[in-house]
């Protein structure tokens, strides 16, 4: 059974830090591409960023209003991926979702979210 | 442009056959991937490529392509469809970008 857990919300102030993280179980993650899509309260869905495999050269690309401020990374070892957030914003208050990605924009499998509240 | 544009919202009488719309310029080079968001729930991806639904999809969800027009189809839809549906594609504005479409609400009648 696929299973990504992710962990790591909850409520911070503006201009501070939160790193996400989404522990993922049923798939070889290594050969995984692993995307991050946000979902504000009452809003649609985002494209955070996404990661490509280490063998596809573990490349990473944001999308423009988290760009130079949020970081994806891996760790296959432990089959897990993380969101390093950065100078927080209240306008990045929202479900954080981890997928597991099969092509460009095809997100297969899901997390059931984490929640990030930038607040003061 | 690095949009795509739903319409908020469609309505359909159960069994009865409706269309969700995407427009993008993007959607002139790539195809778009569709995914139904009940309330409290993850997304679930139900259409991708060219019309290949995941397991578990009812082939009563279909996907066409026209220009900067992309379409899912639901035909007979049942109450369990009602939904939020998010199309997905590749931005425009940088290939190796993606971006998902405003959503549109459908309500089953």
């Known amino acids: 059974e696929v299973q990504l857990v992710e962990s790591g919300g909850g409520l911070i102030k503006p201009g501070g830090s939160l790193r996400l993280s989404c522990a993922v179980s049923g798939f070889t993650f290594s050969n995984a591409w692993m995307t991050w899509v946000r979902q504000a309260p009452g809003k649609g869905l985002e494209w955070v960023g996404r990661i490509k495999s280490r063998t596809e050269g573990g490349t990473t690309d944001y999308a423009a209003p988290v760009k130079g401020r949020f970081t994806i990374s891996r760790d296959d070892s432990q089959n897990t991926l993380y969101l390093q957030m950065n100078s927080l914003k209240t306008e990045d208050t929202a479900v954080y979702y981890c997928?597991?990605?099969?092509?460009?924009?095809?997100?297969?499998?899901w997390g059931q979210g984490t929640l990030v509240t930038v607040s003061s | 442009s690095s949009e795509l544009t739903q319409d908020p919202a469609v309505s359909v009488a159960l069994g009865q056959t409706v269309r969700i719309t995407c427009q993008g310029d993007?959607?002139?080079?790539?195809?778009a991937s569709w995914y139904q968001q009940k309330p409290g729930q993850a997304p679930l991806l139900v259409l991708y490529?060219?019309?290949i639904r995941p397991s578990g999809i009812p082939d009563r969800f279909s996907g066409s392509g026209s220009g900067n027009t992309a379409s899912l189809a639901i035909t007979g839809a049942q109450a369990e469809d009602e939904a939020d549906y998010y199309c997905n594609s590749r931005d425009s504005s940088g290939i190796h970008l993606e971006v998902f479409g405003g959503g549109t609400k459908l309500t089953v009648l």
């Open positions: 993007s959607l002139r080079s790539y195809y």
């Open positions: 490529g060219k019309n």
């Open positions: 997928t597991a990605t099969l092509d460009y924009g095809v997100y297969k499998y």
